[in-house]
C-alpha cells in the first residue's frame, strides 16, 4: 500500500501524511527532508548551493532515519532546498533513496512535490493537497507565532508565493497534480475535516 501526498508549502500536506500514515499503520517519509538535509550540510560546510558534485555525495550518505525535522525546519534551510531541488542528478540520487523506502513491506505514506508524477507513479492512492496561498500565509505565520518565533503575514505571504513558483516552474519533475490524484483543497477545513476527507478517500480506494 502506497499512498502519495503532494502540494505547496504550507498546504497541510505533511500533518495529513503523517496522521493518515499512523491511521493506515503504513511508515512516513516526508521527502522535503532529504532535499532539506543535504541543503543543511552544503550550507554548514559553507558551499555554495549550486555544487552539485558535492550534493550528490552528500545524498549518496543520507541516512532516512537520521534526519532531525526540529532542526531541518527552519526558514533558510527551506528556501536553501528548493534551490537545490532543481539538480536534475540530485534528484535522480534522491528519488531512489525515496522509491527504496516507498516499496519497503508494508509499503509507505510518501508526501512532497513529485511523489504522485515521479517518485510513485503507480501510487495505490495519490492525493494533491492544495489550499489558497492567503490561507497557507496566514496558517504558517500563526504557527511561527506560536512557537514564539517572529513572523509578518505579508512576508511570510511573499516567500509562499517565490516557493510556489520556484518549485512549479522548475524543469526537472516540477509540482503538478498527477492526473488520477484526487484534490482536497483544505481552504475552508481544519485539520480534522482534512483528515477525514483523506481517510475517506484512501478508504475507498482501498475497497475499489
Ligand atoms: O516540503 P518542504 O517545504 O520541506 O520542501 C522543501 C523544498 O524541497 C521544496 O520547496 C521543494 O523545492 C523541494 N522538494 C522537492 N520535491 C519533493 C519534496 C521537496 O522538490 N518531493
Redesign the pocket.
Known amino acids: 500500500m502506497i499512498i502519495a501526498i503532494?502540494g505547496?508549502?504550507?498546504s497541510g500536506?505533511?500533518t495529513l501524511a503523517r496522521r493518515l500514515a499512523e491511521h493506515f499503520e503504513l511508515r512516513h517519509l516526508?521527502?522535503?527532508?532529504?532535499?532539506?538535509a543535504v541543503?543543511a550540510a552544503l550550507l554548514a560546510k559553507g558551499l555554495p548551493l549550486g555544487d552539485e558534485d558535492v550534493a550528490l555525495e552528500i545524498a549518496r550518505n543520507l541516512d532516512l532515519a537520521h534526519m532531525d525535522k526540529s532542526i531541518?525546519?527552519s526558514h533558510e534551510?527551506?528556501?536553501a532546498?528548493?534551490?537545490?531541488?532543481?539538480l536534475g542528478g540530485l534528484?535522480e540520487e534522491?528519488?531512489a533513496l525515496?522509491k527504496s523506502f516507498a516499496n519497503t513491506p508494508p509499503g509507505a505514506v510518501?508526501?512532497?512535490?513529485?511523489?504522485g508524477t515521479?517518485?510513485c507513479p503507480d501510487a495505490d492512492v495519490k492525493l494533491f493537497v492544495t489550499a489558497s496561498v492567503e490561507a497557507r500565509a496566514r496558517r504558517r505565520t500563526d504557527e511561527m507565532l506560536s512557537k514564539g518565533q517572529e513572523a509578518e503575514f505579508s512576508s511570510v505571504l511573499d516567500d509562499l508565493k517565490r516557493?510556489d513558483a520556484?518549485?512549479s516552474e522548475?524543469t526537472v519533475?516540477p509540482?503538478r497534480q498527477a492526473e488520477d490524484a484526487h484534490l482536497l483543497d483544505t481552504t475552508e477545513m481544519d485539520i480534522e475535516s482534512a483528515f477525514k476527507t483523506a481517510v475517506d478517500i484512501v478508504s475507498r480506494a482501498r475497497l475499489s
Open positions: 503532494d505547496p508549502a504550507a500536506k505533511g516526508d521527502t522535503g527532508l532529504t532535499y532539506r541543503a531541518l525546519s534551510i527551506g528556501e532546498a528548493s534551490r537545490i531541488a532543481v534528484r534522491l528519488v525515496q510518501l508526501d512532497g512535490r513529485d511523489i515521479v517518485v516557493r520556484r518549485d522548475r519533475a509540482m
